[in-house]
């Protein structure tokens, strides 16, 4: 697929997973800051795309598992781990 | 103007400001309005069906509370039931009846041509009739008091969130709301627009994206294979769930930004652990009517197990029928009759199976089972729901037995499904379903949320608008599947 041969594809797909996670972990304006550049690398995501020219369906692909990542990401750390948590300070 | 085009799009806000600006006393003669509009944007010269509806079943109301005579009230009820149904059958089942009569007529050697009618089907009339009909049934069993105010009463009936696809509302749940004078309430709108992203996400990133590689197979039945018909038969399931829970979330959401809470519809039906549970999980609105207005006034489970079973049968093919006029929803409605007869009869010799190898219904490999063979069977079911005629239906059928020739990388070319497609699809469902925990964590507690205000939905949108740049590529976007109901 052609998207595996863009290199601002692969960079900012890496930048979004790091910050996927990063941003779980962080509070305050730092928090904050980190949220909003995060929101705008995965929307911006798709341009990149458009310049390699990209078929609209891998594109949206792309798109999607960056969806998938964001919203994994969430679940994962904000809801599962911090229910965990509460339950190992509850013992 | 379905809710997935331009039109809604610029149709709601407006709608919203004039709600939220006007002042109390006129907002609801504008959602009247805006309604009616709504609705004549769909098939203006059927408005006066539902005018029509909604004026006999005030009149007959507001007779039945004020007579004092039993006969009287009861001739009303009868006459209103005669008058609302004929109309929904001679719309929906003229055609389908008279197409069964000829034959049956050739099949036994007679000679007769088609004497078929050009009807429009009138869009929601299953669901607006229902409606009408719970309203005028609640007043006769002195549940409710009739409205005096007839446009205020057609507003009820035609309330445009819940109009075309429902939930069918009960009175007391949405009357009252409706004549509530809501200010603007952010919990509301943040609520409201959660759901309406999560219908979007259902409708456009998922079901309209299986829908074709589901019409691949159910629309060309003669190439299908087995693997094929398994494939898209599971792919339906999901498809006819995010399409109508997506249209529901839609409406829900609409109606709750405005401070209306419609009544819930869906409750993750696919976690169910029987098909009975099912039924209490899948269109809530629908089964709980049923119950209300058929099962129960038919004697329920209080005439004896016989009769139970009798009563069963009546109310799944009735909502069979419901769905549509042709003999695969007959069919499917059957089946989901039987599954429920069957799975009561057997109920007790399953208990004391499972007690005597140690385990009980609790135990989580004894759910995990009955989950997934209640998915098989109701995804069966959607077989003869899906197939364009009971021909199809039969010939799918048969291939599923037959047809294992195909090899799998054959089939899923044949349906369209390359890497792409697959892990497109894959993804948006696994993102649909963490989504939706989410939201449901979300509602739950309010200390963290994601889809609003950390600016989550700006990720969300833009996944809709991209699919929706994708299928309109492609020329595939489509209305929602219980609108033709």
């Known amino acids: 697929m052609i998207i595996f041969t863009s290199p601002a594809v692969i960079i900012i797909s890496a930048l979004i997973i790091i910050l996927d996670i990063a941003k779980e972990f962080t509070d305050g304006i730092l928090g904050k800051i980190l949220a909003v550049v995060n929101i705008c690398l995965h929307i911006s995501l798709i341009f990149p795309l458009m310049l390699v020219k990209a078929p609209i369906a891998e594109a949206v692909l792309v798109y999607m598992c960056s969806t998938f990542v964001y919203t994994a990401s969430y679940l994962l750390f904000s809801v599962v781990f911090s229910k965990e948590a509460e339950r190992g300070g509850e013992r | ?485």
């Open chain 2, 1 to 485: 103007m379905t809710f997935n085009s331009w039109e809604f799009l610029l149709f709601y806000p407006i709608v919203l400001a004039l709600y939220f600006l006007l002042p109390k006393k006129a907002r609801w003669p504008m959602l009247l309005i805006a309604s009616y509009y709504f609705y004549m944007c769909y098939q203006a010269e059927l408005v006066f069906l539902i005018f029509g509806t909604t004026l006999i079943s005030w009149l007959a109301s507001n007779v039945i509370e004020r007579s004092e005579r039993r006969w009287v009230k009861r001739t009303m009820l009868t006459l209103t039931l005669a008058v609302c149904l004929g109309v929904l059958f001679f719309y929906k089942y003229f055609n389908f009846l008279a197409e069964s009569a000829v034959g049956i007529i050739r099949l036994f050697g007679g000679e007769v041509g088609s004497f078929e009618l050009s009807l429009l089907l009138p869009v929601g009339i299953s669901f607006y009739t229902f409606q009408t009909l719970s309203y005028v049934i609640d007043v006769y069993r002195g549940n409710i008091k009739t409205e005096k105010n007839f446009f205020f009463y057609a507003l009820f009936v035609s309330f445009f969130p819940q109009l075309v696809a429902g939930p069918i509302e009960r009175p007391e749940n949405l009357i009252p709301q409706l004549k509530e004078p809501h200010s603007w309430s952010g919990e509301n709108a943040i609520a409201g627009a959660k759901l309406m992203i999560v219908g979007f996400f259902k409708k456009i990133c998922v079901a309209d994206l299986i829908s074709v590689y589901v019409n691949s197979v159910y629309n060309s039945p003669e190439g299908a294979g087995a693997l094929g018909i398994i494939i898209a038969t599971c792919l339906f399931a999901v498809q006819i769930y995010c399409d109508f829970s997506g249209y529901t979330d839609i409406a829900t959401g609409c109606a709750r930004v405005m401070g209306i809470r419609l009544m819930k519809n869906f409750d993750h039906p696919y976690s169910a652990a029987t098909v009975k549970e099912f039924w209490s999980r899948w269109h809530i609105s629908l089964s709980s009517w049923f119950k209300d207005y058929l099962y129960i006034p038919l004697g329920g489970n209080r005439r004896g197990r016989a009769r139970q079973m009798i009563n069963v049968m009546i109310v799944f093919l009735v909502s069979g029928l419901w769905h549509g006029a042709a003999w695969t929803f007959v069919i499917w409605g059957a089946l989901h009759g039987l599954y429920q007869i069957i799975g009561t009869l057997t109920y007790k010799a399953r208990e004391r199976g499972l007690s005597r190898i140690g385990l009980t219904g609790e135990s989580l490999a004894v759910k995990t089972v009955r989950r997934v063979n209640t998915f098989v069977l109701v995804t069966f079911a959607w077989l003869f729901f899906r197939a364009n005629s009971t021909s199809d239906a039969f010939l799918l059928l048969g291939k599923l037995f037959t047809e294992w020739s195909v090899s799998p990388a054959d089939t899923l070319a044949a349906m369209g499904l390359g890497t792409v497609e697959i892990l497109m699809t894959v993804f948006s469902v696994l993102t649909l379903v963490m989504l939706d925990r989410l939201v449901t964590y979300e509602a739950k507690d309010d200390s963290s949320d994601l889809v609003i205000r950390r600016g989550g939905f700006a990720v969300y949108v833009w996944a809709i608008i991209l699919c929706w740049a994708l299928l309109l590529s492609k020329d595939m976007t489509s209305t929602f599947i219980y609108f033709q109901f």
